[in-house]
């Protein structure tokens, strides 16, 4: 765990009122990948909510039978299970009920005679596997997995409506992601499930990318090893004014009210992620306009082993050098710090880009996305980032690059997946096989 600064130089006015100093700063925290952890680990719960409407016939869903069956043996005795159906109607196929081997052979029975028939309602599908999860003891960590790849032809289509139940639902710890199969899905319904539940959005296009997908999504689920990861800010009251500000440019689960307390996401094991912030540094009116002040920022960064309980701490203390404005320069920066704010700076493009998709707009778009990936890989290429830091821009780079040259019908909904893993600080699971 550690924090650090883009620069650390603060400018005093030499009359009048002290302009605001915007430096960048990043929270970097590593998960160990541990191998004893699943079997420490509480017990958590799943439900699959799974569309087997007409089109999911053949192929698509024996790929979701095939993954969910293949990838059981994360889930032990002590989690429970819920599996649920749906084309124009509901199945529970397996009310929530906990992993004894009894419940483990019903829901691979239930999942292989799996058949197809009917049109979509995503609604009500959704709506019953929430029911399910909210059936599992207060505190349990529960996700559900929706996977589907059609349009709602009956019930809500709204989004917003969607995004309001997963919402609801979170508030309550329930987790949800959704994964997206082919051309033919509603990137706009699954994208509004996970960010309203604080989840992930798979765009599996390619069956393999579904089955990959479903395969992470379980992996993060089952291999958690810190939550209630968190960071707060104290700066010197002495040294700063009460306008100085923290602004989160990364996603983050929550804010306190007076806006220097983060509540920042789990991590899984072996997660190595980062959390962009911008502090607004307003000199003290009654600080000296001289040379050699100085100012403090304290904090906390603090995570809980999801294994043990036990809270991991790392405390930190940050200088900053006050310089009058007549002595002014442009500091030298942290290259990794400046990187990292121009990875979170391209949450604008990506929100500029997608808009041009979704108004087949596709050539601007992708001359948009091309530029910002040479400029990002050109920085790269000066060769002055850690390693770390150019393998988390090299993959940046490579997710612009391969949206900007991925086939029409594809670039919205691999657009609604890659603003979504980028809010999270997710790693693409498609990097290890590019």
Do not use: C
């Not at 790929?63 to 159906?85: H, P, R």
């Not at 995503?122 to 999860?133: N, P, Q, S, V």
């Amino acid at each position: 765990m550690e924090i650090k600064l883009e620069h650390n130089k603060v400018k005093l006015a030499t009359t009048g009122s002290h302009p605001t100093t915007k430096i960048g700063a990043v929270v970097n925290i590593a998960a160990p990948t541990n191998p004893g952890h699943r079997s420490l680990r509480e017990p958590q719960a799943v439900v699959f909510v799974i569309d087997r409407s007409g089109s999911m016939s053949g192929h698509p869903l024996e790929m979701v039978a095939k993954t969910i069956l293949g990838n059981l043996e994360i889930l032990n005795e002590n989690d429970m299970v819920s599996l649920v159906t749906f084309d124009d109607s509901v199945r529970v196929e397996l009310p929530m009920s906990p992993m004894t081997n009894v419940n483990r052979a019903l829901l691979t029975a239930s999942i292989g005679r799996l058949v197809s028939g009917g049109s979509t309602n995503i609604e009500m599908g959704y709506r019953i596997g929430l029911a399910e999860a909210s059936k599992v003891s207060e505190g349990m960590p529960t996700r559900l997995i929706l996977l589907s790849d059609g349009h709602a032809n009956i019930g809500s289509v709204n989004a917003e409506e969607f995004k309001a139940l997963a919402q609801f639902a979170n508030l309550n710890g329930v987790t949800s992601s959704a994964i997206g199969i082919g051309v033919g899905y509603d990137e706009r319904l699954l994208a509004a499930i996970a960010d309203g539940g604080s989840g992930n959005h798979i765009a599996g296009i390619e069956l393999a990318e579904a089955a990959a997908g479903l395969k992470d999504e379980l992996n993060a689920a089952f291999n958690r090893y810190y939550t209630d990861v968190k960071v707060s800010f104290e700066f010197d009251s002495t040294a700063f004014a009460a306008s100085t500000s923290v602004r989160h440019l990364s996603w983050v689960r929550a804010v306190n009210v007076e806006g220097n307390l983060f509540t920042l996401d789990d991590l899984t094991a072996g997660d190595d992620k980062s959390w962009v912030f911008e502090l607004g540094l307003v000199p003290d009116p009654n600080i000296a306009r001289a040379w050699n002040q100085q100012g403090e920022l304290r904090g906390v960064i603090t995570a809980v082993e999801y294994a043990t309980g036990i809270e991991v701490r790392e405390e930190f203390v940050l200088g900053f050098d006050f310089v009058n404005e007549a002595d002014w320069v442009a500091p030298q920066v942290d290259p990794d710090v400046e990187a990292e704010l121009r990875a979170a700076q391209l949450a604008e493009v990506r929100a500029k880009v997608h808009a041009l998709y979704e108004a087949e707009r596709f050539d601007e778009a992708d001359a948009i996305l091309r530029e910002h990936g040479k400029s990002l890989q050109e920085y790269i290429d000066l060769g002055i980032l850690s390693s770390r830091a150019s393998s988390r821009m090299q993959s940046q780079v490579d997710d612009l690059m391969y949206m900007s040259m991925a086939p029409a019908l594809e670039k919205s909904k691999r657009m609604y997946e890659s603003v979504n893993r980028a809010q999270r600080g997710r790693r693409n699971f498609r990097d290890d096989n590019r």
